[in-house]
C-alpha cells in the first residue's frame, strides 16, 4: 500500500492518502519514486514545525516591538516613525520602541536591524537612501547585504524635496547660483554622505555649474541646524522636515521636486520650471524586518502599517506634515519597488562615476 502525508489546517493535522503513486512506505519510512528515504519521524517534524511557526504568527506580537530609525530626531524618517508608532502599538496590542540609531550614512540601524532575530520584535523604518544607495555605495564596507538580508514590509510616503538656501543668501536661484559662481569652494551644502540629496546636490551643483563642498551630517534635522545657522548655504532637504522654516521665513526655499508645486508652498516652482529638469527626487520611506521573518508576520505588520498610514490621511496629519501617502499593496509588491530602485541608482551611480572613499 502506498502513502502520501499532507499536512491540513495550516499544519494542525496530517492526513494519509492512500493510493498516490509517488510515495511508498518501508519499514517505518516514505521512500519517493527517485528512492529517498523520507523517515516518518521527519514528515511529523516538519507538521510540528509549521504548527509552531502558525502558531507563533498568530501569537505576534507578545512583547514590545523595537523600531530602529537610521538618522537622528527631526529627520522626515523620525517624523513619520513617530507618527504611525502609537496607531501601531495600539492596534498590534505591544509597545513599539522608538530607537534612533544615526550614524554611518544610515548603515549602523540597517545592519543591526538585519542580524536581529527574524521574529518581528526588530523593524526598521528606513528610506530612499539606507535602502537603495547605499547597498550600491557602501557595498565593500557594509556587514551585511540590505537587499538580501532585509524583508520589506510596506512603502509609507513619498516626500518631495526643497532646493534650500540659508537667511543670509541672495533671495533669488538664479542670484543664488551667479553668488555661488563667484565664491568657487567656499560655499557649503549639507547632506548625510551617499544619501539622494548628497547625489542630487552633485547633479543640481554639476548643472549649475558652480562648486560647493559637502558637509556630512546626520538626517536632515542636523541639515537644518546648519542652514539656519548660515553653516550650509544651498542644499536639497525633504519638505516635512522645512515646511515649517519655509513658512515662517527664516529660511529661502529655491525650488521644490515633483511635477506640480505645493499648496504649502504655493510660490515655489518645480526644479522644472525653476530650469532644472529631472535633478531631484522624492523620498520615499518604508518599513522593513529581518529576512526570513515568517510571512505572517510580514502580513500582520503590512496590514497595521498600512491602517496606520490610512489614520493618519484621514485625519489630515499627512497633508499638514506634507508627507504624501504611497502604500504597498503587499510585502511582495515593496520588496519590487526597492529592487527597482536599487537599479535606477545603480545606474545613476555609475553614470555619474559617484564614490565613496
Given at each position: 500500500?502506498?502513502?502520501e502525508y ?5 499544519g ?6 492512500h ?6 512506505r518501508?519499514?517505518?519510512?516514505l ?11 521527519a514528515v511529523?517534524?516538519?507538521?510540528l514545525a509549521?504548527?509552531g511557526?502558525?502558531?507563533?504568527a498568530?501569537q ?8 530602529l530609525i ?8 523620525d517624523?513619520i516613525a513617530?507618527?504611525?508608532?502609537p496607531?501601531m ?8 520602541v522608538?530607537?534612533?540609531r544615526?550614524?554611518?550614512a ?10 536581529a532575530?527574524?521574529?518581528?520584535y526588530?523593524?526598521l523604518?528606513g528610506?530612499i537612501?539606507t535602502n ?6 557602501f557595498?565593500g ?5 540590505a537587499?538580501k538580508?532585509?524583508?520589506?514590509v ?6 518631495p524635496?526643497?532646493l ?13 547660483i ?5 565664491r568657487?569652494g ?13 547625489l ?9 555649474g558652480?562648486k560647493?563642498?559637502?558637509i ?18 544651498i542644499?536639497?532637504?525633504?519638505v ?6 519655509v ?5 529661502r526655499?529655491?525650488?521644490?521636486t ?11 516652482p518645480?526644479?522644472?520650471?525653476a ?15 529581518p529576512a526570513?521573518?515568517?510571512k ?11 491602517a ?8 489630515g496629519?499627512?497633508e499638514k ?9 503587499s510585502?511582495a ?7 527597482s ?10 553614470e ?6
Amino acid at each position: 500500500m502506498s502513502v502520501e502525508y499532507r499536512v491540513l489546517n495550516g499544519g494542525n493535522r496530517l492526513r494519509s492518502i492512500h493510493g498516490a503513486p509517488s510515495c511508498r512506505r518501508r519499514g517505518g519510512a516514505l521512500r519517493r519514486g527517485g528512492g529517498r528515504r523520507i523517515t516518518t519521524h521527519a514528515v511529523i517534524a516538519l507538521a510540528l514545525a509549521l504548527i509552531g511557526a502558525t502558531a507563533s504568527a498568530q501569537q505576534y506580537p507578545s512583547r514590545p516591538i523595537r523600531m530602529l530609525i537610521p538618522f537622528a530626531p527631526g529627520g522626515a524618517t523620525d517624523i513619520i516613525a513617530r507618527m504611525i508608532e502609537p496607531r501601531m502599538s495600539r492596534a498590534l496590542g505591544q509597545q513599539i520602541v522608538v530607537d534612533n540609531r544615526a550614524g554611518a550614512a544610515g548603515n549602523i540601524a540597517v545592519e543591526l536591524t538585519a542580524q536581529a532575530q527574524p521574529d518581528g520584535y526588530t523593524l526598521l523604518v528606513g528610506n530612499i537612501s539606507t535602502n537603495s544607495i547605499n547597498p550600491i555605495l557602501f557595498a565593500g564596507r557594509m556587514k551585511v547585504n540590505a537587499v538580501k538580508d532585509l524583508a520589506g514590509v510596506t512603502k509609507l510616503v513619498a516626500i518631495p524635496n526643497f532646493l534650500l538656501g540659508s537667511p543670509k543668501m541672495p533671495a533669488t536661484l538664479k542670484e543664488a547660483i551667479e553668488y555661488a559662481k563667484g565664491r568657487p569652494g567656499e560655499l557649503n551644502y549639507g547632506a548625510p554622505l551617499g544619501s539622494y540629496s548628497h547625489l542630487d546636490m552633485l547633479a543640481f551643483t554639476a548643472k549649475a555649474g558652480i562648486k560647493m563642498v559637502h558637509i556630512p551630517t546626520k538626517g536632515a534635522g542636523e541639515t537644518l541646524t546648519n542652514l539656519l545657522r548660515n553653516d550650509s548655504n544651498i542644499q536639497i532637504s525633504n519638505v516635512a522636515s522645512n515646511i515649517g522654516p519655509v513658512r515662517a521665513g527664516q529660511i529661502r526655499a529655491y525650488a521644490v521636486t515633483g511635477t506640480k508645486r505645493i499648496a504649502e508652498a504655493p510660490s515655489v516652482p518645480t526644479m522644472a520650471e525653476a530650469g532644472f529638469p529631472g535633478i531631484g527626487s522624492d523620498n520615499w520611506n518604508g518599513v522593513f524586518a529581518p529576512a526570513r521573518t515568517p510571512k505572517a508576520v510580514l502580513a500582520k505588520l503590512h496590514t497595521t502599517a498600512v491602517a496606520a498610514m490610512k489614520e493618519l490621511e484621514a485625519e489630515g496629519v499627512l497633508e499638514k506634515r506634507q508627507t504624501p501617502i504611497s502604500l504597498s499593496s503587499s510585502p511582495a509588491e515593496f520588496d519590487a519597488y526597492v529592487l527597482s530602485e536599487l537599479k535606477r541608482w545603480d545606474r545613476i551611480i555609475k553614470e555619474n562615476n559617484v564614490k565613496i572613499d
